[in-house]
């Protein structure tokens, strides 16, 4: 075998290896940054969490004591008309009050003092909802009545 084949041989051994560990370093790079990036995604998405977490909680906390707040309304100092007046009903408004009819079933006011009332209780920053505020115009704007509905159960 002659000198230069040797040698170009050897050239191109040295060349595959040279290629395989300059292959190997750039892959190890690129692979140490991939995995730095993965732990940064990592403790972003950790983090993500933990404010989901905490705002989950705060909410329903608040939803919790809004909720306590609507059914112990009537007991409270800030509560207008007697709690004997006021009917709970939950959605879409909390009450209905009929404000002097405990006056007047027992003898103390006058048919024309009853007032029909709907009242939905809030608390912090809470508003209406879309639906309460049609019941709200709706009432504005007069669109009330009464009716009877009759019943008969066949035998």
Avoid: C
């Avoid at 972003?44 to 705060?58: F, R, T």
């Avoid at 707040?69 to 709970?88: H, I, R, V």
């Avoid at 209905?96 to 009853?114: C, K, N, P, Q, W």
């Avoid at 209406?128 to 009759?150: D, M, N, S």
């Amino acid at each position: 075998m002659s000198v230069w084949v040797a040698m170009a041989i050897g050239l191109v051994i040295g060349m595959i290896l040279t290629t395989i560990m300059l292959n190997g370093t750039r892959n190890g790079r690129i692979k140490a940054e991939y995995e730095q990036y993965i732990a940064e995604l990592e403790r972003d998405h950790q983090q993500a969490l933990i404010v989901a977490q905490k705002k989950s909680v705060n909410t329903s906390r608040a939803v919790l004591k809004g909720k306590m707040a609507e059914q112990l309304a009537p007991l409270l100092p800030e509560f207008p008309y007697l709690p004997s007046d006021a009917k709970f009903m939950g959605d879409p408004v909390d009450y209905i009050v009929f404000d002097g009819y405990s006056d007047f079933r027992d003898g103390d006011g006058a048919a024309e003092d009853i007032e029909v009332v709907l009242i939905d209780i809030k608390s912090g920053t809470a508003r209406l909802t879309k639906g309460q505020q049609a019941i709200a115009q709706a009432v504005a704007e007069g669109r009330v009545r009464f009716e009877t509905i009759r019943i008969d159960f066949a035998d």
